[in-house]
């Protein structure tokens, strides 16, 4: 009995080891069951060390036995704690990192239109599909040029040959 006592320190603290390489769900589980088997083999050094009475009577209320089985239990249950926590699957609850935001979009100077003759209306198309290009909003720029196209089809082909709405076409 008298290696007892060191043998059980040394098994607590080699329980210890693998819980620096782990991540830290595991890493609690692991020192949860070490604990555990630490208060366990310290109720079994406990009442290994105890004076035993001369008198069965005169046992206190919790005999002998039931404390080194007290901790014979604390030390089977931490051991398996401290198994399952290893080889299970732990969850770590911190959350993600959260993806970098884009840059800024740097803002770019609008073509000038051409400068021909053409109607109100043609020169407002011509303005709105400019503006959504420059938004990068091509579907707008589709449907602007498709209706300058029609009221207008050589002032349409300026805008487009300009490079007013080139990043779209």
Same mark, same amino acid.
């Not at 007290?70 to 959350?95: H, I, K, Q």
């Not at 935001?101 to 400068?115: G, S, T």
């Given at each position: 009995? +008298? *290696? /007892?006592? !060191?043998?059980?320190?040394?098994?607590?603290?080699?329980? /210890?080891?693998?819980?620096? +390489?782990? #991540?830290?769900?595991?890493?609690?589980?692991?020192?949860?069951?070490?604990?555990?088997?630490?208060?366990? +083999?310290?109720?079994?050094? *406990?009442?290994?060390?105890?004076?035993?009475?001369?008198?069965? $009577?005169?046992?206190? /209320?919790?005999?002998? %036995?039931?404390?080194?089985?007290? %901790?014979?239990?604390? $030390?089977?249950?931490? %051991?398996?704690?401290?198994?399952?926590?290893?080889?299970?699957?732990?969850?770590? #609850?911190?959350?993600?990192?959260?993806?970098?935001?884009? =840059? =800024?979009?740097?803002?770019?100077?609008?073509?000038?239109?051409?400068?021909?003759? #053409?109607?109100? !209306?043609?020169?407002? $198309?011509?303005?709105?599909?400019?503006?959504?290009?420059?938004? /990068?909003?091509?579907?707008?720029?589709?449907?602007?040029?498709?209706?300058?196209?029609?009221?207008? =089809?050589? *002032?349409?082909?300026?805008?487009?040959?300009?490079?007013?709405?080139? =990043?779209? !076409?």
């Amino acid at each position: 009995m +008298t *290696y /007892f006592p !060191r043998i059980a320190v040394f098994a607590v603290l080699v329980s /210890f080891v693998p819980a620096c +390489t782990t #991540t830290a769900g595991k890493r609690a589980a692991l020192a949860a069951g070490a604990m555990l088997a630490a208060g366990g +083999t310290g109720l079994i050094v *406990y009442e290994a060390t105890r004076d035993k009475p001369d008198n069965p $009577l005169e046992e206190d /209320f919790i005999g002998h %036995g039931m404390v080194a089985l007290a %901790g014979l239990s604390l $030390l089977l249950l931490g %051991g398996v704690v401290a198994v399952a926590g290893a080889a299970g699957e732990v969850r770590d #609850t911190a959350p993600a990192a959260a993806p970098p935001p884009p =840059p =800024p979009v740097v803002p770019r100077q609008a073509r000038p239109l051409p400068e021909r003759a #053409t109607d109100a !209306r043609s020169l407002q $198309l011509a303005k709105q599909a400019r503006a959504a290009a420059l938004h /990068f909003e091509c579907a707008a720029v589709n449907i602007a040029i498709d209706e300058l196209e029609d009221r207008d =089809p050589g *002032y349409a082909d300026a805008v487009i040959a300009g490079g007013v709405v080139a =990043p779209c !076409r």
